[in-house]
């Protein structure tokens, strides 16, 4: 069968095969002009594999988006070449014939040809907000974990604190502190009662009437203790969050004047798709980029979802 041949695009060009202890590069210049070698994916490996590029002219390197262990790989190469991420399923090899050699080749061979279309890399300063940000998330919800493990430490002990008010407010946070110190008597727990709240002070003291025991207790110290320990670390994300976002006020401000979009969705934004909008096409690929437009999936005359 003849083979169909394409334009080179790219004069010499690296396909890279990404593994978590081992990396596949294969530099190309021609359609039979092509070295294979294997790195270790330590540092200085990494450094090896950079000088070797160097020396054979390559000006773009490509490799698949394997997990998180293209990173390393990407710190190393970025300031030296264009490189070009893509994504593992737009790449496939043959199947039945697929080693990390042949994936590296085939990798340089598309590059080669033009075919390949980068996945979308932020500048270092926006990935490392994004993982600020991505992390203070999960704090977050870590935080609401551990609230809602109080409140069914409380249901257990028969006392319906949630039920009448917010348990991590003022007076749920009293409550909760003198039941670990010692007093549960309903009518001297009551005492923190104020006219503020929706429930009568008679219903008040019925939510409080429970059996808590010594084990109850110890789960409430060691939930509070958990909920303080992430408050500090939220502390910690937001002062660096602050710091990693001082040259992006203008563009924070602007955001923040989109009705519905505050402060912290603004940063948020800002962490995922950066301030630099020639990345993308048009507002449509940023939309598609992003998740909110679905995709095609036609065949027979038939639309799949």
């Not at 003849?2 to 990404?18: A, L, N, R, Y």
């Not at 493990?149 to 909760?176: F, P, Q, W």
């Not at 923040?256 to 096409?281: L, N």
């Amino acid at each position: 069968m003849k083979e169909i041949g394409f334009t080179q695009m790219v004069s010499v060009g690296c396909g890279i095969d990404v593994h978590q202890k081992q990396i596949t590069a294969s530099i190309r210049k021609s359609s039979d002009e092509v070295e294979t070698r294997e790195f270790e994916a330590y540092t200085s490996s990494l450094t090896s594999l950079r000088e070797w590029c160097k020396t054979e002219g390559v000006t773009h390197v490509v490799m698949e988006s394997t997990g998180v262990y293209w990173k390393p790989v990407f710190n190393i190469l970025e300031e030296d070449f264009e490189v070009i991420l893509v994504n593992a399923r737009h790449v496939k090899n043959v199947p039945g014939h697929k080693t990390d050699k042949k994936d590296s080749r085939w990798l340089s061979k598309l590059l080669l040809s033009g075919l390949l279309k980068g996945s979308f890399i932020p500048p270092r300063d926006i990935r490392e907000l994004r993982d600020l940000v991505r992390y203070r998330k999960k704090v977050v919800g870590q935080i609401a974990s551990e609230k809602n493990r109080i409140i069914k430490v409380l249901e257990d002990a028969n006392i319906k604190l949630s039920s009448v008010l917010k348990v991590d407010g003022a007076v749920g946070t009293k409550v909760i502190n003198d039941l670990l110190s010692g007093e549960t008597s309903a009518e001297q727990l009551s005492r923190h009662y104020h006219g503020k709240q929706k429930v009568s002070k008679a219903e008040f003291r019925r939510a409080l009437e429970g059996r808590i025991t010594e084990h109850h207790k110890l789960m409430l110290r060691i939930h509070k203790d958990s909920i303080s320990d992430k408050e500090a670390q939220l502390e910690r994300l937001d002062n660096a969050i602050d710091k990693a976002t001082e040259a992006y006020r203008l563009e924070i401000d602007l955001l923040d004047t989109i009705p519905g979009i505050g402060k912290e969705s603004a940063i948020s934004i800002i962490s995922e798709i950066g301030v630099d909008m020639s990345r993308f096409p048009n507002e449509v690929h940023l939309s598609s980029w992003a998740g909110m437009s679905p995709g095609n999936c036609e065949t027979g005359g038939k639309k799949k979802t």
